[in-house]
């Protein structure tokens, strides 16, 4: 909604008329000016809702004049204020609810002032009088007035006639130009035609059917509109439309026989001849041009659309039924023969024509006299095949609106059926067993299940589909069926509730309860299988989709499902928490209520889990509440204070966004009730009780407002930053007064005010302090830009209007320096310092040259100043390239420009005109040409089109460097070049692929956004054709990935921009470089220095993204074309595998177009081409044609199959039926066919020929999903080839036409398909065989087994016949003709059937099995490793043969030995049995052995195997195991030391080390042996810390958790000789929790809980794990509690503090540029030096306390006194001189933004507060320093610090004060 400048000058005039003339009354003025005022504020307003907003408020001051007081009104101002109204309306006349608002205040006016609003409104339509051609802003007003304006629409109801001519002018105008024909003008004035025919039909009929017909301006307006159905426009919308415009003209026909006559001429669009159309008295011959379907849609959905029923039924003959079946059924069941770019729309016409048949299907009826969809129809069985085939369609939306088909189609036959009496309804059986047959990943299964529910009830259902739960939890678990199974289950408990109802209602209504369990017999174990998963996705899904469901269709539920809790069980406290959350929803009751302390402990127990998802579920539950005024408890507060600071360090990115939203919601909460309370006040006085709430909000949101400040400091970890952000953007957005117009929900009550002032009364809620401010500018520079954004969004949104003097100016010189860092992340940082100067500075002067005129704006001086400073970037480059590249690299300057006038609102009108935007193009051309050129090392590239390889680049580079030092090759130690980049080297590089992808996504931004704006005076088509020729240099001839990626993120835009354009000279300019593009490709070349083409591809990708979707996309069609031809054209006959050949280049263009998402299914019209021009493609000589023709394959096929399951049962298909597939790409079938004879043929008379394609064909036809029975029939011919194939001698063949097999088969048909290839095995070892055959026929079993077993589509005892078929022939595994491939898979095959196999079966197999495994097989036998693996597994899975292979662990060889050892990680099956006993007993038997083997796997995966077997279920460890024998240990002694010899040596990689620890660990949990021990705990220490391997960190967590806390538990069960090294223990386990990998915190955290485990807790129960945070608490608590007099506790709480040396930090902070293009990283970025000092700093003041308690503690608390106070002292006289007044400081700011600073003031403060509390409980100490001066210095540098941006945590005051 864009208002001229007329408009607002003609406001501002009426406001001063007003306000100047005397001769009103003064109450006259003054409600005059409030709503001229308004007027204006709507103008100025940029946002939509903010400008209807005004206008509403207006519209009621209006309407709120006094009739008095209109009448009063002067005569100049009656006619002005009109005229004001209604220039603004027709301002606004593309926005129809403001144009409808200022409509409302016309007619207001026309009670009063009637004859000057009509004389008004005639005189704006005075255009339909005059000779010029209408515009497209007439075209607008015009349709505002039809359709918005009741007083518009009366005028052009009287203009009519002149209208119509009018716009039968303006169409051939139109058609004539491209431009205007395909863009929104024409669209426009087709609009205008509806609307005429639409609202002025009085008018309207006369001229077609009255006495007026024949008029000559509708006979070309239909004319025209004909023209533009058929094909005039490649607009889609615009074709659409005029259907609709034709048919609305159609359905104004005074008889339904004239109307239907004319609906049956228009039928004949499809005709392919010259046609006449007659439509009441009009006629025009019609000429069909290049038919496309499209003008078959238009039509179709037109008559749909706008014809009455009188016309739809109408005959054309006497033999025919109707207008509806023979006539508009035939073109929409052609369309969905046909594979179109707009199925969707094609679909949506063929529900329309469903509604259509419902609502006539009486009347056709009687005409037919006939069931309409009775057994045997043809119109049945097409419109089940339409809508089925249509169920698994790719294209967007289709398959979503199928549920909708499916009810109309079921609707439709239920009508017949009660019509003709038919009581059988044989459909709904047939389509119950259909559904039923096909596999549960089928999409198409459950929509139509949904709507047929009703009619054959939930009992036949289940009957026939008893899979059904089953087959939800399944669909609950992959992402695109989890809606499809919510909606079922959901239509399934309406439909059986209501038949539990109506089956009760004879008795009374059922009770809940009776409800309930009914429901609970079918459904809780699923629910409840759901809610307690480990899996993510299925737990989300069934407590998003099932439990609410239940929960509102059976209240009962909610007993039954808590009563089958236990929340010490695996997943059941979640799922506790997901119903009780739920309940609270449903029902609205608070679960405080009965004040059980039982739901508040297992709250508790949830909410410090160490699970995020239970805790997340946990705090939703704590935080909501269906009332928003419910008033948070006292519990719910206290709780919410001791969660959140636990929690602000995760991971989980949607752990943060929940708890966000649940802070959100809880502040709504309090926010509500805290009005609602002072709502109360206004009443009366408030109660003490409200009075406590009140004062529980505000002080409970001024927490939450601090809490945040305190962890927003560098240093922190990015996780914990973040989530302090989301924090305290819920605060401010939830307690701002201020109305935000860009949001639909969420805005601040109205009297919001109120409450501010209330707390702000008692020195609350000052949340945009100056210091606070600084908070959020030291975090502008933070190492990650989500962090910085976030802090300048909220300085932007919150803040005050414009920061003060002093931070500007800090601010624009920092800004300056991160500017000409060399590093980009740096420069990005001064980027978004400038964009934010510009919005919160009031003034640059001073600050910036002033470069321009006089009195300029701030964006313009600002802009100057960049333009500038990039102009001297641009001249130190052209100088001096490794200068620049240090101090001036170009791309800092230009992504400040692009955020400054790109995302600051009104920055382009302000900042540019013609000559500054001109500058700017000019010095983006320049520097672009330079960068060009040092790339190339030639300055003249205009003429070269191929990009200089990387090598060529390094040469140009290095040869740059040389110029300008004589330091020569660089050589490494060994006197070799050195083939690493210099630094030099990667400064020049980056400097220039940076500048090059910053300069293309600035100048495609800056073009969309001056087009978008209509300030088309900023660039000539000269100059965007410069811009164009810019983007095509960068694209072709940069080689860099990112910045060809990057550049076409602006090109797209800007080739959108020119293509929407009406200047039909710039659409032009995006089909000019396709073409130059496309030439480019066709071209030969001379050399080969491309890969995939280079950037040839993404630019011609770019203008067909660009292309408006809503077109034909006539630049898609050429360009695929092209690319087809030429990727068909044969090679040349003395082709050279050096030289890119324009064919492989046509491909990888192909591959690029098929890859972009920017496409979308648009491509899909072409893919039947494109796969058999890669297949073909295949067989080319050119290995570089084969390889891109292999990867353009690849692209193809997951672009045309679409989804693929993704959850707990991955499945190896795709979402997409066989006959789905073909169905779309119905010319593959019988190409793909033809492959499969070819290569059948050649198999059949015994060739070997290479057929390049038959392995991807049959990869395709694997990817298929498993159809219905019904569906696969006609794939009937694939089945035979596919057996044949089994014979090929490729193993890869042989496997992949197995898996291509199963999707050809029925589930049905499985069975009887195993059945017969079992049958086709030999019988006896005698018969002849052929062992490639026998092998993929046994692959073909297994497969459509496997397939069947997992999908539950065969019975087990059904497969008796197949289990005595193959123990038949159980030959096949004994020596005779032995091939260990075919032993390999019937092993594999019986293994799948084992349950079913009889006894003496499989003593046979087992035993032939354990003979072949102790046979060494010979060099030359294929296969035979594999086979043993299996013969391993099969043999270790028999419980009475596994003891037997294991007995000879150290006799077999090398391969059993491996499997044996694999096969304890890989199988848990021995796990809780007696063979456990054994493996533990025969691996450390064979330790020693396997330790001193030289095979490294071996040794790897024998410790990890020996881990496994040893390792205890440390979650249930509540007390140690029993010692071991002095013999046992003698024995495992020595193993030990081998382990820690290595271990001290670095012996093997990590991998190896890390399994090594964990063994010895084990080993040692259960030893006295306090020098192993202390061995032991020094690896752990050397291992624990951060610069070691991620694999040994994970080691020494696991180490801890499985042994470290028996060591723990034995010391504290009186061994006091571990004591010291429990100490050590946990202090490594605190260290582990800082950990920055996860699964270290982890592993770790298990440690914790098992020792921090309640007294008395039993072995029965497992041990509940803790979160990561609350374990480290949990650890110091235990140190405290049970070692606080011991040796070493002491430095086990000092070792986490950060170091203190101030004095090198502040002197660090002051030199703060760099020229190195990396930093150095953190060894620990997790780790978080200020919290740390937070968490132990009152286990220490507790240490201290207990002073006077130990003699020996004393002791070592006066040395560390001792140490540490001059250092104290020292560092806090450094910070007591820090000059810190009220104007910010430069080199404060700087401080404030170094990372180390926080930490060590924070460590600082700790030690300070430790030594106060030594200095205060012994005497002894007081000498050192007087305690009261300590504590006097610590609280006013705390004071300082908080009024300058330092915000410490409470906790370091609070041990100052107490």
């Given at each position: 909604?864009?208002?001229?400048?007329?408009?607002?000058?003609?406001?501002?005039?009426?406001?001063?008329?007003?306000?100047?003339?005397?001769?009103?009354?003064?109450?006259?003025?003054?409600?005059?000016?409030?709503?001229?005022?308004?007027?204006?504020?709507?103008?100025?307003?940029?946002?939509?809702?903010?400008?209807?907003?005004?206008?509403?408020?207006?519209?009621?001051?209006?309407?709120?004049?006094?009739?008095?007081?209109?009448?009063?009104?002067?005569?100049?101002?009656?006619?002005?204020?009109?005229?004001?109204?209604?220039?603004?309306?027709?301002?606004?006349?593309s926005t129809a609810s403001a144009c409808r608002k200022i409509d409302k205040m016309l007619l207001h006016l026309a009670q009063f002032y009637q004859s000057i609003v009509s004389e008004e409104v005639q005189k704006s339509l005075s255009i339909l009088y005059q000779e010029q051609v209408l515009s497209f802003k007439d075209l607008q007003i015009i349709c505002m007035f039809l359709e918005d304006s009741t007083l518009g629409q009366e005028a052009l109801r009287q203009a009519c006639p002149s209208l119509l001519d009018k716009v039968a002018e303006l169409f051939p105008f139109i058609l004539k130009e491209e431009a205007l024909r395909n863009g929104s003008f024409c669209y426009q004035a087709v609009k205008v035609c509806l609307q005429v025919f639409q609202l002025l039909t009085e008018r309207i009929k006369p001229l077609v059917f009255g006495d007026q017909q024949g008029e000559p301006s509708m006979t070309k307006i239909l004319e025209f509109l004909m023209n533009i159905i058929l094909g005039e426009t490649s607009n889609r919308d615009t074709r659409l439309l005029a259907g609709t415009a034709v048919a609305m003209l159609i359905s104004t026909a005074t008889d339904s026989e004239i109307g239907g006559s004319s609906a049956w001429s228009l039928l004949q669009v499809s005709s392919r001849e010259q046609w006449r159309l007659t439509v009441g008295g009009l006629q025009i011959d019609c000429c069909p041009r290049d038919l496309d379907g499209l003008e078959k849609l238009a039509v179709a959905r037109g008559l749909l659309t706008c014809c009455k029923k009188d016309i739809l039924i109408s005959r054309h003959t006497n033999n025919g039924?109707?207008?509806?079946?023979?006539?508009?059924?035939?073109?929409?069941?052609?369309?969905?023969?046909?594979?179109?770019?707009?199925?969707?729309?094609?679909?949506?016409?063929?529900?329309?024509?469903?509604?259509?048949?419902?609502?006539?299907?009486?009347?056709?009826?009687?005409?037919?006299?006939?069931?309409?969809?009775?057994?045997?129809?043809?119109?049945?069985?097409?419109?089940?095949?339409?809508?089925?085939?249509?169920?698994?369609?790719?294209?967007?939306?289709?398959?979503?609106?199928?549920?909708?088909?499916?009810?109309?189609?079921?609707?439709?036959?239920?009508?017949?059926?009660?019509?003709?009496?038919?009581?059988?309804?044989?459909?709904?059986?047939?389509?119950?067993?259909?559904?039923?047959?096909?596999?549960?990943?089928?999409?198409?299964?459950?929509?139509?299940?949904?709507?047929?529910?009703?009619?054959?009830g939930t009992d036949k259902v289940l009957e026939q589909y008893p899979a059904l739960p089953c087959h939800i939890l399944k669909c609950l678990s992959t992402n695109y069926l989890a809606p499809c199974a919510s909606e079922i289950y959901k239509s399934f408990l309406q439909e059986q509730r209501q038949e539990l109802s109506i089956a009760q209602s004879k008795d009374g209504p059922p009770t809940e309860l009776y409800l309930a369990q009914q429901w609970a017999q079918l459904w809780q174990p699923m629910v409840l299988t759901a809610l307690t998963s480990d899996v993510t996705l299925l737990h989300n899904n069934g407590s998003s989709y099932l439990l609410p469901s239940t929960l509102r269709c059976f209240p009962g539920a909610f007993d039954t499902l808590l009563c089958a809790l236990d929340p010490t069980a695996s997943g059941h406290l979640q799922a506790w928490v997901c119903i009780m959350s739920?309940?609270?929803?449903?029902?609205?009751?608070?679960?405080?209520?009965?004040?059980?302390?039982?739901?508040?402990?297992?709250?508790?127990?949830?909410?410090?889990?160490?699970?995020?998802?239970?805790?997340?579920?946990?705090?939703?539950?704590?935080?909501?509440?269906?009332?928003?005024?419910?008033?948070?408890?006292?519990?719910?507060?206290?709780?919410?204070?001791?969660?959140?600071?636990?929690?602000?360090?995760?991971?989980?990115?949607?752990?943060?966004?929940?708890?966000?939203?649940g802070v959100k919601k809880f502040l709504v909460r309090i926010r509500d009730s805290c009005m609602a309370s002072l709502k109360c006040q206004r009443k009366s006085v408030l109660s003490e009780e409200e009075e406590r709430e009140l004062e529980y909000g505000v002080d409970f949101v001024e927490w939450l407002a601090y809490l945040p400040l305190t962890y927003l400091v560098p240093g922190n970890s990015f996780q914990r930053k973040k989530t302090a952000l989301l924090l305290l953007n819920a605060v401010l957005e939830t307690y701002s007064d201020c109305w935000s117009p860009d949001r639909k929900k969420g805005q601040p009550p109205a009297n919001m005010s109120a409450l501010i002032n209330w707390a702000r009364d008692r020195g609350k809620w000052d949340f945009f302090s100056r210091s606070r401010q600084l908070v959020l500018i030291s975090n502008l520079e933070d190492s990650t830009n989500e962090i910085r954004e976030q802090v300048a969004d909220l300085l932007v949104r919150f803040f005050p209007c414009s920061l003060q003097g002093d931070v500007v100016s800090v601010l624009l010189s920092r800004a300056q320096s991160l500017l000409q860092s060399p590093r980009v992340q740096e420069a990005q940082m001064g980027a978004l310092i400038v964009k934010l100067l510009l919005q919160?500075?009031?003034?640059?002067?001073?600050?910036?040259?002033?470069?321009?005129?006089?009195?300029?704006?701030?964006?313009?001086?600002?802009?100057?100043?960049?333009?500038?400073?990039?102009?001297?970037?641009?001249?130190?480059?052209?100088?001096?390239?490794?200068?620049?590249?240090?101090?001036?690299?170009?791309?800092?300057?230009?992504?400040?420009?692009?955020?400054?006038?790109?995302?600051?609102?009104?920055?382009?009108?302000?900042?540019?005109?013609?000559?500054?935007?001109?500058?700017?193009?000019?010095?983006?051309?320049?520097?672009?040409?330079?960068?060009?050129?040092?790339?190339?090392?030639?300055?003249?590239?205009?003429?070269?089109?191929?990009?200089?390889?990387?090598?060529?680049?390094?040469?140009?580079?290095?040869?740059?460097?040389?110029?300008?030092?004589?330091?020569?090759?660089?050589?490494?130690?060994?006197?070799?070049?050195?083939?690493?980049?210099?630094?030099?080297?990667?400064?020049?590089?980056?400097?220039?692929?940076v500048t090059l992808k910053e300069i293309g996504i600035f100048l495609g931004l800056l073009v969309e956004r001056i087009l978008s704006c209509k300030e088309t005076h900023l660039l000539t088509v000269e100059e965007l054709q410069r811009a164009s020729k810019l983007f095509k240099d960068i694209i072709l001839k940069c080689r860099h990935w990112g910045a060809v990626e990057g550049c076409c993120i602006g090109f797209i835009k800007f080739c959108s921009a020119l293509l929407t354009s009406y200047d039909p000279q710039l659409r032009a300019i995006p089909g000019n470089m396709l073409q130059q593009g496309l030439s480019v490709l066709q071209a030969p070349r001379a050399t080969s220095v491309t890969r995939r083409a280079a950037g040839l591809p993404m630019l011609i990708l770019s203008v067909l993204a660009a292309e408006e979707n809503s077109t034909s996309r006539p630049l898609l069609a050429h360009s695929v074309n092209t690319l087809l031809e030429t990727a068909r054209s044969p090679l040349p006959q003395d082709w050279d595998q050096t030289v890119d050949l324009p064919q492989v280049c046509a491909v990888h263009t192909l591959q690029t177009l098929v890859r972009g998402s920017s496409l979308g299914l648009n491509i899909l019209q072409y893919a039947s081409s494109i796969t058999m021009l890669s297949l073909t493609l295949l067989s080319s000589p050119c290995w570089a044609m084969r390889n891109a023709a292999l990867q353009l394959y690849s692209s193809l096929c997951s672009r045309m199959l679409g989804q693929r399951p993704a959850g707990e049962e991955v499945s190896a298909q795709h979402c997409i039926s066989p006959t789905a597939f073909f169905s779309h790409y119905p010319d593959l079938q019988p190409f793909l066919q033809g492959a499969l004879e070819s290569a059948a043929a050649d198999l059949h008379e015994g060739r070997l020929s290479l057929h390049p394609s038959l392995y991807p064909v049959l990869t395709l036809l694997a990817k298929l999903q498993p159809g219905a029975q019904e569906q696969t029939h006609t794939l009937s011919d694939f089945l035979p080839l596919l057996l044949q194939l089994a014979a090929s001698p490729l193993y890869a063949v042989r496997v992949m036409s197995s898996r291509a097999l199963v999707a050809m088969i029925p589930p049905t048909e499985y069975l009887a398909s195993v059945l017969r290839l079992v049958g086709g095995l030999p019988q006896s070892k005698d018969s002849p065989c052929c062992h490639n055959l026998i092998h993929g026929q046994l692959l073909q079993i297994k497969a459509i087994l496997l397939r069947a077993l997992q999908t539950n589509n065969v019975c087990v005892s059904s497969l008796s016949d197949v289990v005595e078929g193959l123990e038949a022939r159980i030959w096949l595994v004994s020596p005779p003709r032995r091939c260990p491939l075919v032993q390999q898979e019937f092993v594999s095959v019986l293994k799948l059937l084992r349950d079913n196999c009889s006894k003496t079966s499989l003593s046979q197999l087992c035993s032939l099995l354990l003979e072949e495994i102790h046979r060494a097989p010979h060099t030359l036998e294929l296969g035979s490793v594999s086979f043993h693996q299996s013969a391993v597994q099969f043999l270790c899975e028999q419980p009475e043969w596994a003891w037997k292979v294991w007995q000879n662990l150290s006799n077999e060889s090398t391969v059993v030995q491996l499997s044996l050892i694999k096969w304890i990680k890989e199988g848990q099956s021995w796990k809780k049995t007696s063979l456990q006993k054994v493996l533990v007993r025969t691996m450390?038997?064979?330790?020693?052995?396997?330790?001193?083997?030289?095979?490294?796997?071996?040794?790897?995966?024998?410790?990890?195997?020996?881990v496994e077997v040893l390792s205890p279920d440390v979650l249930a460890v509540t007390?140690?195991?029993?010692?071991?024998?002095?013999?046992?240990?003698?024995?495992?002694?020595?193993?030990?030391?081998?382990?820690?010899?290595?271990?001290?040596?670095?012996?093997?990689?990590?991998?190896?080390?890390?399994?090594?620890?964990?063994?010895?660990?084990?080993?040692?949990?259960?030893?006295?042996?306090?020098?192993?021990?202390?061995?032991?705990?020094?690896?752990?220490?050397?291992?624990?810390?951060?610069?070691?391997?991620?694999?040994?960190?994970?080691?020494?967590?696991?180490?801890?958790?499985?042994?470290?806390?028996?060591?723990?538990?034995?010391?504290?069960?009186?061994?006091?000789?571990?004591?010291?090294?429990?100490?050590?223990?946990?202090?490594?386990?605190?260290?582990?929790?800082?950990?920055?990998?996860?699964?270290?915190?982890?592993?770790?955290?298990?440690?914790?809980?098992?020792?921090?485990?309640?007294?008395?807790?039993?072995?029965?129960?497992?041990?509940?794990?803790?979160q990561v945070n609350q374990s480290l608490s949990s650890l110091l608590d235990l140190l405290l509690k049970e070692f606080w007099d011991s040796?070493?506790?002491?430095?086990?709480l000092v070792c986490h503090l950060p170091e203190c040396d101030l004095s090198i930090i502040l002197q660090e902070a002051k030199h703060t540029q760099c020229s190195s293009l990396y930093e150095q990283d953190e060894a620990n970025v997790f780790l978080e030096p200020s919290v740390i000092s937070e968490t132990v700093l009152p286990y220490l003041i507790c240490l201290a306390k207990r002073y006077p308690e130990s003699s020996s503690l004393a002791e070592g608390l006066d040395q560390w006194a001792s140490q540490n106070v001059a250092s104290v002292r020292e560092n806090l006289d450094v910070c007591m001189k820090l000059q810190l007044g009220d104007t910010l400081n430069p080199d404060w700011l700087s401080v404030l933004m170094k990372p180390r600073f926080h930490g060590n003031l924070c460590g600082l403060f700790a030690r300070a507060a430790f030594l106060l509390q030594l200095l205060r409980v012994s005497d002894k100490l007081y000498a050192l320093l007087d305690p009261l001066t300590l504590a006097q210095d610590l609280l006013a540098l705390h004071t300082k610090l908080s009024m300058t941006g330092v915000f410490l945590s409470n906790i370091f005051i609070n041990s100052v004060t107490e």
């Open positions: 909604m864009i208002i001229s400048s007329s408009t607002e000058c003609q406001i501002e005039a009426l406001l001063a008329s007003v306000i100047s003339e005397d001769s009103e009354a003064p109450h006259v003025k003054n409600s005059l000016c409030v709503f001229l005022q308004k007027l204006r504020d709507s103008m100025r307003s940029p946002v939509r809702r903010s400008k209807e907003r005004c206008l509403e408020e207006a519209c009621q001051i209006l309407k709120n004049f006094p009739s008095p007081l209109m009448l009063s009104l002067q005569q100049h101002h009656r006619l002005s204020l009109v005229q004001l109204l209604l220039a603004l309306q027709m301002d606004t006349a039924t109707c207008l509806l079946l023979d006539g508009l059924f035939p073109l929409i069941s052609t369309l969905h023969k046909k594979k179109l770019n707009y199925q969707y729309h094609v679909f949506q016409v063929f529900i329309m024509w469903l509604k259509s048949l419902k609502e006539c299907l009486l009347e056709i009826s009687e005409m037919i006299d006939a069931p309409l969809l009775g057994q045997g129809s043809s119109l049945r069985h097409t419109l089940a095949q339409i809508i089925w085939n249509n169920a698994e369609s790719p294209v967007e939306g289709i398959s979503d609106s199928v549920r909708s088909a499916f009810s109309l189609f079921l609707e439709i036959y239920d009508l017949d059926c009660q019509h003709s009496g038919d009581s059988e309804k044989s459909l709904y059986v047939e389509l119950l067993q259909r559904i039923a047959e096909l596999p549960w990943e089928s999409k198409a299964k459950y929509s139509p299940l949904s709507a047929l529910l009703p009619y054959v739920a309940q609270r929803s449903s029902s609205g009751h608070s679960p405080w209520a009965s004040k059980s302390p039982v739901a508040m402990d297992t709250l508790r127990l949830a909410l410090s889990s160490l699970d995020d998802n239970v805790r997340l579920a946990a705090f939703n539950f704590l935080c909501c509440s269906p009332k928003t005024k419910e008033a948070p408890t006292q519990m719910e507060y206290s709780t919410m204070k001791g969660f959140l600071p636990l929690n602000l360090n995760s991971e989980s990115s949607p752990f943060r966004q929940h708890l966000q939203a919160k500075c009031a003034s640059l002067n001073g600050l910036v040259a002033e470069c321009g005129k006089q009195h300029e704006v701030q964006s313009a001086k600002l802009i100057g100043h960049l333009l500038k400073s990039l102009e001297q970037h641009y001249v130190t480059a052209k100088e001096d390239m490794l200068l620049a590249a240090r101090s001036s690299p170009l791309h800092g300057v230009v992504s400040a420009l692009q955020r400054c006038l790109l995302e600051v609102p009104g920055a382009i009108t302000e900042g540019l005109d013609h000559s500054v935007t001109v500058h700017i193009l000019s010095l983006l051309e320049k520097i672009t040409l330079l960068l060009l050129g040092v790339l190339y090392g030639d300055h003249h590239t205009d003429d070269k089109e191929v990009p200089p390889s990387f090598c060529d680049m390094g040469n140009a580079i290095s040869s740059l460097i040389g110029q300008g030092a004589s330091e020569g090759v660089q050589l490494d130690e060994d006197g070799e070049e050195n083939v690493l980049l210099s630094e030099e080297h990667s400064l020049i590089l980056t400097c220039c692929w450390q038997d064979n330790l020693k052995e396997a330790l001193l083997d030289q095979d490294v796997e071996y040794r790897r995966a024998y410790l990890a195997s020996l007390k140690p195991g029993p010692p071991l024998s002095e013999a046992e240990e003698a024995g495992l002694q020595h193993c030990v030391e081998i382990l820690l010899d290595d271990l001290q040596d670095n012996r093997g990689g990590p991998e190896l080390l890390s399994q090594a620890l964990c063994a010895v660990s084990l080993l040692l949990s259960q030893s006295m042996n306090l020098t192993l021990l202390q061995r032991w705990c020094v690896l752990l220490e050397k291992h624990s810390h951060a610069e070691a391997t991620e694999a040994l960190r994970l080691a020494c967590a696991q180490a801890l958790s499985m042994s470290g806390a028996a060591v723990v538990i034995r010391s504290l069960r009186n061994v006091p000789a571990l004591k010291t090294l429990s100490i050590r223990l946990i202090s490594i386990g605190v260290h582990l929790l800082q950990d920055e990998c996860q699964q270290v915190r982890t592993k770790a955290a298990v440690f914790a809980s098992v020792l921090c485990q309640p007294e008395g807790h039993g072995s029965s129960q497992s041990c509940f794990l803790l040796e070493g506790t002491l430095e086990a």
